[in-house]
């Protein structure tokens, strides 16, 4: 049974502010509606979540791994997924192509695409590198690649570039240049690979790249400290419920029953707030959050709560089997984390 | 079915060796036989390496939260089961106290006491601040908080106090230096307190703890570049075994599709082992791993497997469903992470 106020929750506990949520995903519908956003599953794993963003009128999925395409043909949000990732496990790649769904992956090379044509795979798009040291090919043998699996018998519905590296730069004009230049890179390509759609972009690029037809923004729906960092209209909405187990009067500082093991840490420490007031966190062990309050607050008392927000949302998240849907103090709902793994 | 090749491994997937995890086993049984050693089940979540740990002479175990209790008493590894971490949570504390094992927590409050009197439970340590700011109490109030706990029934079996700034130093001398310190806190609140434990320590102070009755060591099973950088005797057991993606011959990096959430990222970046050499790892993304060969050594193959040695097994192994027990090539196993969450 799902507890009724949120002090009956056990910590940590992932909570999901509704009403922040709510908002962004207006926001972002405002902006690209329909298929003009393509939502990111990787950043929350949670087909419940899935589900608001596609009664906002998103139906088109963006998808890290097969196991979030399997996941979200089984929830019936299966009308067009994209893989937005290389892939060469046939064994995996077969399931995709079985799937009751529209199942679109992208290629970057001859073997993945090789891979996609031996699983039976139908749709592709050809995945660009725009900048960032990752995936994609150069954009000089896009339109190659394009003929090739075209010759291959599959459909290539247009291009993918993912502008990772400008994403996160909290200048927005350098953040609105740098993107231009990546999508001009993409453009470019696309121009060689013909099809419909050109995929980019993430939550800190959505209202400044003005090329793509689609934007594969995840965060938004959650977001975190990172991204908060920048000029963006969404609201945090993921915080980390916990518990105070241990107060050190003497020294200044208390404990959380949250650690490194419900939190990503590649964007460090996540933040506290004791009682509405901002809190700092000295550090994190396996199973436990050092911090103190700010100057002149007092310290907290064993067993008050403490909210944490985490530093990067996709990992933390992937820690956590559930989150619960909370409206002020009231539980509304518990959503199963169920896209997690490969 | 378990695949019987480590080549028919689908990726990321946690590969333990054998080889590895036997002479550790064996190293640490040596060093502190039987009950010396309370081996930290943290640090792998894993009830099938626990039996390898009893197997090897050690029947007590170290816990971080209620979940590991339960999972090591339903595995009948129950014999003497510390909670080694401060809980307020009656339920959780009552589900403890109606285990069929042998059950002692730790307190260090009035208010961890006070639930864990109220919960039923009978056996405690009284847990000892030795200079981390984490849990423990100040060492002069430790007998008095053990009076309190024995007048509300409950026995108090020792002190706990880990010395976990200490732990990670590289230097020796100065390890065994500040450990001695930390134990002398620690000698002097078991004074006050009685009992037959003092329990302290984990894997980079096994062998310089002189004092403590028994070590909580975790990591020494499976190891980590972490603690590699220290002088011990243990050997990395745990890796990572992925497959490259992406390959990008002009800009001289690979991809492989590993990332932050099959990486416990606190400690830094993993490192890299492509055909034996070792690589450079430029960056983790939530789903890969943008890494380099070695000046003058070949970019792998899409398709190749690369291994990634964790730098901090503990968050690593909380992302995963199971681990592959491997000698060689060859699977010999598939162990369920199965004391995972709270």
Same mark, same amino acid.
């Given at each position: 049974?799902?507890?009724?106020?949120?002090?009956?929750?056990?910590?940590?506990?992932?909570?999901?502010?509704?009403?922040?949520?709510?908002?962004?995903?207006?926001?972002?519908?405002?902006?690209?509606?329909?298929?003009?956003?393509? %939502?990111?599953?990787?950043?929350?794993?949670?087909?419940? /979540?899935?589900?608001?963003?596609?009664?906002?009128?998103?139906?088109?999925?963006?998808?890290?791994? %097969?196991?979030?395409?399997?996941?979200?043909?089984? !929830? @019936?949000?299966?009308?067009?997924?994209?893989?937005? *990732?290389?892939?060469?496990?046939?064994?995996?790649?077969? !399931?995709?192509?079985?799937?009751?769904?529209?199942?679109?992956?992208?290629? @970057?090379?001859?073997?993945?695409?090789?891979?996609?044509?031996?699983?039976?795979?139908?749709?592709?798009?050809?995945?660009? *590198?725009?900048?960032?040291?990752?995936?994609?090919?150069?954009?000089?043998?896009?339109?190659?690649?394009? @003929?090739?699996?075209? !010759?291959?018998?599959?459909?290539?519905?247009?291009?993918?570039?993912?502008?990772?590296?400008?994403?996160? =730069?909290?200048?927005?004009?350098?953040?609105?240049?740098?993107?231009?230049?990546?999508?001009?890179?993409?453009?470019?390509?696309?121009?060689?690979?013909?099809?419909?759609?050109?995929?980019?972009?993430?939550?800190?690029?959505?209202?400044? *790249? +003005?090329?793509?037809?689609?934007?594969?923004?995840?965060?938004?729906?959650?977001?975190?400290?990172?991204?908060?960092?920048?000029?963006?209209?969404?609201? %945090? !909405? /993921?915080?980390?419920?916990?518990?105070?187990?241990?107060?050190?009067?003497?020294?200044?500082?208390?404990?959380?029953?949250?650690?490194?093991?419900?939190?990503?840490? @590649?964007?460090? *420490?996540?933040?506290?707030?004791?009682?509405?007031? %901002?809190?700092?966190?000295?550090?994190?062990?396996?199973?436990?959050?050092?911090?103190?309050?700010?100057?002149?607050?007092? =310290?907290?008392?064993?067993?008050?709560?403490?909210?944490?927000?985490?530093?990067?949302?996709?990992?933390?998240?992937?820690?956590?089997?559930?989150?619960?849907?909370?409206?002020?103090?009231?539980?509304?709902?518990?959503?199963?984390?169920? /896209?997690? +793994?490969?």
């Amino acid at each position: 049974m799902t507890p009724s106020r949120i002090d009956e929750l056990q910590t940590p506990a992932l909570v999901v502010d509704t009403t922040a949520l709510d908002h962004n995903l207006a926001v972002m519908a405002a902006a690209l509606p329909g298929p003009r956003c393509r %939502p990111h599953v990787k950043a929350h794993k949670t087909t419940e /979540l899935a589900k608001r963003q596609r009664d906002v009128g998103h139906h088109a999925f963006t998808c890290a791994t %097969p196991r979030e395409l399997i996941g979200m043909a089984g !929830a @019936d949000l299966g009308e067009d997924l994209l893989l937005a *990732n290389e892939v060469v496990d046939g064994e995996r790649l077969r !399931a995709l192509a079985d799937l009751d769904a529209r199942v679109t992956v992208t290629v @970057d090379s001859d073997a993945t695409l090789d891979a996609a044509v031996r699983a039976g795979l139908r749709e592709c798009l050809i995945d660009v *590198n725009v900048g960032m040291p990752r995936c994609g090919c150069l954009p000089e043998d896009a339109g190659r690649l394009a @003929d090739q699996a075209r !010759a291959a018998g599959l459909q290539v519905r247009g291009v993918m570039g993912y502008e990772g590296h400008v994403v996160g =730069l909290t200048d927005r004009a350098e953040r609105t240049r740098m993107t231009a230049e990546c999508m001009e890179m993409l453009v470019t390509a696309h121009s060689d690979v013909g099809g419909e759609i050109v995929s980019a972009g993430g939550t800190g690029t959505f209202d400044c *790249n +003005a090329t793509a037809t689609e934007i594969q923004a995840g965060s938004y729906a959650l977001m975190d400290s990172a991204y908060d960092a920048l000029d963006l209209p969404f609201r %945090p !909405a /993921l915080s980390l419920l916990t518990t105070v187990v241990s107060v050190h009067a003497r020294d200044g500082f208390a404990v959380a029953d949250c650690g490194l093991k419900a939190l990503g840490m @590649d964007h460090g *420490n996540p933040s506290a707030t004791i009682a509405s007031a %901002p809190g700092t966190v000295w550090f994190c062990s396996d199973e436990h959050l050092t911090f103190g309050p700010s100057e002149g607050e007092p =310290l907290p008392t064993v067993g008050d709560r403490v909210r944490i927000w985490p530093a990067h949302v996709d990992p933390t998240v992937a820690y956590h089997e559930r989150m619960f849907v909370v409206s002020g103090d009231e539980v509304l709902d518990v959503w199963l984390v169920d /896209l997690r +793994a490969w």
